[in-house]
């Protein structure tokens, strides 16, 4: 990567900020986001703590100065050489007397992910769960490889109404200005492929987003060579009724396998993250069918490398395709994989919803050897729904396992709580998060100083409210009724409980 070039004014001495900006390893580690916000508090606020935006804003002179500030400096030195260190140790602690390091990495997909705001790729729960994985393996140095969609248009931003109605803006992804590349071939143009066997075709453009030691790719349909038609695939997330649905859904599992293949990266198992990208099991399928493997042998091969989580426990959460719209974009697909009409159909059909379609959590459920909901009760809810699949057995033992959501500390801990849990609790408390025993000091934590950092945040939260709705009123958005729900008169020494995005089912 020629920083240089990405980052035309920023000097010689300053080029270590440049390698930052472009890896996300920024956004978990506040000493590095202090980095861009000792240069200018006021640029770093308005591009939205973003430093790829803030280092293409700011002027040359600006930039100048920080370079020739020996007390910034001195903080810009150890940070850089931090980053560095950490990029150099390839190696897990946990895995090294065990992994071997021939084993290729862990192929990880999901529709969406949850990095950091100014790559709007997520919409909830499931996105941030992905963006956390990528996160913690990358500490944890287990190697992966991640797939996922562009979004250019993102998730849509949620406004409030006068009459209390939701209404939503686009949120449109600058390029050119996240910590986002394009990926190139050895001609230094960027990478395309077409999605196999789908027609009419369908061809996206490659990305990459650098999460500390993990990559994650993304694909783009918004490219000349594609029709009008196609080039709305990959828009935006969770749109479009339920043919480009599939769509999408095809392009994230077919075309990000292809993706793979094309970049050379061969991975040793295959992790879906919900029903979405399900269809990548086809693609590796096909790959073994074409080496003369049958379906059933290569189906078998698949599934013992294939780890399934599944997120959503009401029935209405799941895709499910109609038949005719499978026939459409699959008839010359099935063929590749030794397969007729009805073999194909049968292996997505819900036992006891076989005339609704082509059910993508009951086809992802059957051709995976790995299977687990996101909590001990979740994967309760799930074994009961999913028990058709299985009849031979009881509900307590279909075979869908569990694994507790958990939260990639460093992303979620807010910098002063770190410097109280740093004072109380013993000094690897970050490293040894996982156990018991270090959480057990923080009963030693003095209340007055618990409260006062927790009460610090609180004002600082509802200070960021109020901004939000001075700006809204300033923009002629919204009347001063809104502005009043909206926040602006919350009062800190209150008591106030709120709920994000909707109640669940």
């Given at each position: 990567?020629?920083?240089?070039?990405?980052?035309?004014?920023?000097?010689?001495r300053?080029?270590?900020?440049?390698?930052?900006?472009?890896?996300?390893?920024?956004?978990?580690h506040?000493?590095?986001?202090?980095?861009?916000?000792?240069?200018d508090?006021?640029?770093?606020?308005?591009t939205?703590?973003?430093?790829?935006?803030?280092?293409?804003?700011?002027?040359?002179?600006?930039?100048?100065?920080?370079?020739?500030d020996?007390?910034y400096?001195?903080?810009?030195?150890?940070?850089?050489?931090?980053?560095?260190?950490?990029?150099?140790?390839?190696?897990?602690?946990?895995?090294?007397?065990t992994?071997?390091?021939?084993?290729?990495?862990v192929?990880?997909?999901?529709?969406?992910?949850?990095?950091?705001?100014?790559?709007?790729?997520?919409?909830?729960?499931?996105?941030?769960?992905?963006?956390?994985?990528?996160?913690?393996?990358?500490?944890?140095r287990?190697?992966?490889?991640?797939m996922?969609?562009?979004?250019?248009?993102g998730?849509?931003?949620?406004?409030?109404?006068?009459d209390?109605?939701?209404?939503?803006?686009?949120?449109?992804?600058?390029?050119?200005?996240?910590?986002?590349?394009?990926?190139?071939n050895?001609?230094?143009?960027?990478?395309?492929?077409?999605?196999?066997?789908?027609?009419?075709?369908?061809?996206?453009?490659?990305?990459?987003v650098?999460?500390?030691?993990?990559?994650?790719?993304?694909?783009?349909?918004?490219?000349?060579?594609?029709?009008?038609?196609?080039?709305?695939?990959?828009?935006?997330?969770?749109?479009?009724?339920?043919e480009?649905?599939?769509?999408?859904?095809?392009?994230?599992?077919?075309?990000?396998?292809?993706?793979?293949?094309?970049?050379?990266?061969?991975?040793?198992?295959?992790?879906?993250?919900?029903?979405?990208?399900?269809?990548?099991?086809?693609?590796d399928?096909?790959?073994?069918?074409?080496?003369?493997?049958?379906?059933?042998?290569?189906?078998?091969?698949?599934r013992?490398?294939?780890?399934?989580?599944?997120?959503?426990?009401?029935?209405?959460g799941?895709?499910?395709?109609?038949?005719?719209?499978?026939?459409?974009?699959?008839?010359?697909?099935?063929p590749?994989?030794?397969?007729?009409?009805?073999?194909?159909?049968?292996?997505?059909?819900h036992?006891?919803?076989?005339?609704?379609?082509?059910?993508?959590?009951?086809?992802?459920?059957?051709?995976s050897?790995?299977?687990?909901?996101?909590?001990?009760?979740?994967?309760?809810?799930?074994?009961?729904?999913?028990?058709?699949?299985?009849?031979?057995?009881?509900?307590?033992?279909?075979p869908?396992?569990?694994?507790?959501?958990?939260?990639?500390?460093?992303?979620?801990?807010?910098?002063?709580?770190?410097?109280?849990f740093?004072?109380y609790?013993?000094?690897?408390?970050?490293?040894?998060?996982?156990?018991?025993?270090v959480?057990?000091?923080?009963?030693?934590?003095?209340?007055?100083?618990?409260?006062?950092?927790?009460?610090?945040?609180?004002?600082?939260?509802i200070?960021?409210?109020?901004?939000?709705?001075?700006?809204?009123?300033?923009?002629?958005?919204?009347?001063?009724?809104?502005?009043?729900?909206g926040?602006?008169?919350?009062?800190?020494?209150?008591?106030?409980i709120?709920?994000?995005?909707?109640?669940?089912?």
């Open positions: 990567m020629e920083i240089k070039k990405i980052f035309p004014h920023l000097p010689e300053l080029l270590g900020l440049g390698e930052i900006a472009e890896n996300l390893w920024w956004s978990w506040p000493e590095a986001r202090m980095l861009f916000k000792r240069i508090r006021r640029v770093w606020k308005e939205g703590h973003n430093p790829d935006k803030m280092l293409k804003s700011l002027p040359r002179e600006t930039l100048e100065l920080a370079s020739k020996p007390d400096l001195s903080e810009y030195d150890m940070v850089v050489w931090k980053f560095r260190k950490d990029m150099e140790q390839t190696e897990c602690p946990h895995l090294k007397q992994r071997d390091p021939n084993i290729p990495p192929a990880y997909f999901s529709a969406e992910y949850g990095l950091h705001r100014s790559l709007p790729f997520y919409a909830g729960g499931l996105g941030f769960l992905a963006g956390d994985h990528l996160k913690e393996c990358s500490d944890l287990v190697p992966l490889v991640a996922g969609f562009m979004y250019p248009e998730y849509f931003r949620q406004y409030i109404r006068e209390g109605w939701q209404e939503h803006a686009d949120q449109m992804l600058d390029r050119d200005a996240a910590s986002i590349s394009r990926v190139l050895d001609q230094d143009q960027q990478v395309t492929i077409r999605v196999p066997l789908i027609e009419p075709p369908i061809h996206v453009a490659v990305w990459k650098q999460v500390g030691h993990v990559c994650l790719y993304l694909m783009d349909t918004d490219i000349e060579v594609n029709d009008p038609w196609n080039r709305g695939i990959s828009s935006r997330l969770y749109g479009g009724d339920i480009h649905r599939l769509r999408q859904e095809i392009v994230l599992g077919i075309g990000g396998s292809e993706v793979f293949q094309t970049l050379g990266i061969k991975y040793s198992a295959l992790h879906l993250n919900e029903g979405h990208p399900a269809l990548a099991l086809l693609e399928i096909r790959d073994l069918v074409q080496t003369g493997m049958s379906f059933e042998e290569a189906s078998e091969r698949v013992a490398r294939t780890i399934f989580t599944t997120h959503t426990p009401v029935s209405a799941h895709d499910v395709f109609p038949f005719q719209l499978m026939e459409k974009y699959f008839h010359s697909y099935w590749s994989l030794g397969l007729d009409h009805d073999r194909f159909l049968r292996l997505g059909m036992p006891h919803e076989s005339h609704a379609g082509f059910n993508l959590t009951a086809f992802a459920l059957r051709m050897m790995y299977r687990n909901g996101v909590s001990k009760k979740h994967a309760e809810v799930t074994r009961r729904m999913w028990q058709s699949l299985w009849p031979d057995r009881p509900e307590d033992r279909v869908i396992d569990h694994v507790t959501n958990g939260i990639h500390v460093p992303t979620w801990i807010e910098p002063k709580m770190q410097l109280l740093n004072k609790l013993t000094p690897e408390w970050l490293d040894k998060h996982d156990d018991p025993t959480w057990g000091a923080v009963d030693q934590i003095p209340d007055e100083d618990l409260w006062k950092t927790h009460y610090w945040l609180k004002i600082k939260l200070d960021a409210i109020r901004e939000l709705a001075r700006i809204r009123w300033g923009q002629g958005y919204v009347s001063p009724s809104v502005i009043q729900a926040g602006s008169l919350l009062d800190p020494s209150v008591l106030t709120g709920f994000a995005r909707r109640f669940a089912t």
